[in-house]
């Protein structure tokens, strides 16, 4: 992985390594996906290392998708770390790096267009102005949030497949609504809160 003189590209007027492969690849979509990921205090944040992975695991698909391999759910994943991974053998290895060099994928251009977690930030920061900034309000504050939008994914499951089940004839329904709560007992002191009760108490009556 070759990073050589990308702080400050940008403002020199070169692109990243980065940016430079989401032109080549045409993956337009990942920069704003990898700036809120890395952004967000949610429970969808990634590390740069985390995301410096997923970018090139990105990578990996396309030039598999560009050599007819069609790679299954997972296999993407499997082969990338197979070809990176500390602890795969030197043998499964080889055989990996065969298996994609007979399908016609180059991986010796693309293992030199993998990227590290410091180019990553490089195109964070240079090219997207992105920073990740913590959270200093209450971390009761912050759960609660992280619990709501949980639970309104829940929700939104749940109409649709409620949706999908009463457009296949598999339940009788008419118009409906969908409410998700989340309570909280506790067996101590016998005492039940919906969970943003409890958090904006800052606890049960065992507390008391």
């Known amino acids: 992985m070759s990073d050589s003189g990308e702080p400050g590209d940008s403002r020199s ?7 430079r492969l989401i032109d ?4 337009e979509a990942l920069g704003p996906e990898m700036e809120r990921r890395w ?3 949610g429970d969808d944040r990634l590390s740069l290392r985390a995301l410096a992975d997923h970018f090139n695991q990105q990578l990996l698909a396309d030039r598999m998708g560009e050599a007819g391999m069609q790679p299954l759910a997972g296999e993407t994943e499997n082969t990338y770390r197979l070809l990176t991974d ?3 053998g030197s043998a499964d290895r080889t055989r990996t790096r065969r298996r994609l060099e007979r399908n016609g994928v180059d991986v010796e251009s693309l ?3 993998f990227v590290t977690y410091q180019a990553i930030r490089s195109y964070l920061r240079d090219d997207r102005g992105a920073e990740h900034t913590t959270d200093d309000r209450p971390r009761t504050v912050v759960e609660a ?3 709501q939008r ?6 939104t499951v749940t109409e649709d497949r409620l949706e999908q089940l009463r457009s296949g004839g598999h339940v009788q329904l008419g118009d409906f609504r969908v409410f998700a709560e989340i309570n909280v007992f506790c067996e101590d002191c016998g005492t039940r809160y919906e969970i943003e009760g409890l958090l904006e108490r800052g606890g049960c ?4």
Do not use: F, H, P, W
């Not at 007027?13 to 940016?19: E, H, M, N, P, S």
């Open 86 to 88: 500390d602890d795969v």
């Open 145 to 147: 949030e992280n619990i």
């Open 205 to 208: 009556e065992c507390s008391e």
């Open 24 to 27: 080549e690849y045409g993956l």
């Open 150 to 155: 949980l639970r309104g994914r829940v929700t």
């Open 13 to 19: 007027g070169r692109q990243t390594k980065v940016a």
């Open 39 to 41: 952004t967000s205090d």
């Open 111 to 113: 293992q030199d267009d």
